[in-house]
């Protein structure tokens, strides 16, 4: 659900406080109304998906934000950014909420790593905890897909797809983050085909697999 951040009048509201424990939003728009509740969603992580192993050492990050008002979440967020704490460093790297840049992660090592994405206050920068996105763990399996238990592969939309599979993971994530990597989120039959060869391709190579609920 949508958290809100209210925003006041200087003139008049200057002893009232904002919603959630987040700051005040201070309006320049002179025809801005007296307590406007400026509504803000969580951040949801698109990839890297959670539970799910990737090729190589670097990765880009995609974000998806609904807001219940779009129109008005741009116009008091315009200045707002979106940090992402990896490996729960202390220093994050923030990129301007409304500028068409993806950030890209460089150079991690093989293994689990965590992330978590949440915006700032627009008017103090402040990081707001209500839009914070859960913790995702994913793992890296190197350039070579060394650091997995096994690599499947598999065709889809005429492009060979190599799938690094680590004990861990979850193939239901794993499947879903491939399909909707080739625009196929919603298709029933990428997913059961990716499911089922990932499966079929752990038995062969002896691999235990958890077992899941599937689709």
């Known amino acids: 659900d949508d958290e809100e951040i209210e925003d006041l009048d200087d003139d008049e509201n200057e002893n009232n406080s904002t919603k959630s424990d987040n700051?005040?939003?201070?309006?320049?728009?002179?025809?801005?109304?007296?307590?406007?509740?400026?509504?803000?969603?969580?951040?949801?992580?698109?990839?890297?998906?959670?539970q799910v192993s990737y090729t190589g050492s670097d990765l880009t990050i995609e974000t998806l934000l609904n807001p219940q008002d779009p129109e008005q979440?741009?116009?008091?967020?315009?200045?707002?950014?979106?940090?992402?704490?990896?490996?729960?460093?202390?220093?994050?790297?923030?990129?301007?909420?409304?500028?068409?840049?993806?950030?890209?992660?460089v150079g991690l090592n093989i293994g689990f790593h965590t992330i978590q994405a949440s915006l700032t206050?627009?008017?103090?920068?402040?990081?707001?905890?209500?839009?914070?996105?859960?913790?995702?763990?994913?793992?890296?399996?190197?350039?070579?897909?060394?650091?997995?238990?096994?690599t499947a592969e598999i065709n889809l939309r005429g492009r060979l797809h190599q799938i690094p599979i680590v004990k861990g993971g979850s193939l239901v994530a794993q499947t879903k983050a491939?399909?909707?990597?080739?625009g196929l989120a919603e298709q029933a039959i990428?997913?059961?085909?990716?499911?089922?060869?990932?499966?079929?391709?752990?038995?062969?190579?002896?691999?235990?697999?958890?077992?899941?609920g599937g689709f």
């Not at 700051?23 to 998906?49: I, K, N, R």
């Not at 996105?133 to 350039?143: P, Y």
């Not at 085909?193 to 990932?198: D, G, S």
């Open 23 to 50: 700051d005040d939003l201070e309006s320049d728009d002179e025809d801005s109304l007296e307590g406007v509740h400026v509504s803000f969603p969580s951040v949801e992580l698109l990839t890297p998906s959670d």
């Open 73 to 105: 979440f741009s116009k008091y967020f315009q200045r707002s950014f979106t940090c992402f704490s990896i490996d729960m460093a202390t220093a994050q790297p923030c990129f301007q909420l409304f500028k068409d840049t993806k950030p890209h992660m």
């Open 121 to 150: 206050n627009p008017m103090t920068m402040e990081l707001l905890d209500a839009s914070r996105s859960g913790i995702q763990t994913f793992f890296m399996a190197g350039q070579d897909n060394q650091g997995a238990a096994f």
């Open 178 to 182: 491939l399909c909707r990597s080739v």
């Open 190 to 212: 990428c997913l059961q085909t990716v499911y089922r060869h990932l499966h079929m391709v752990g038995r062969q190579v002896g691999f235990v697999l958890h077992q899941e």
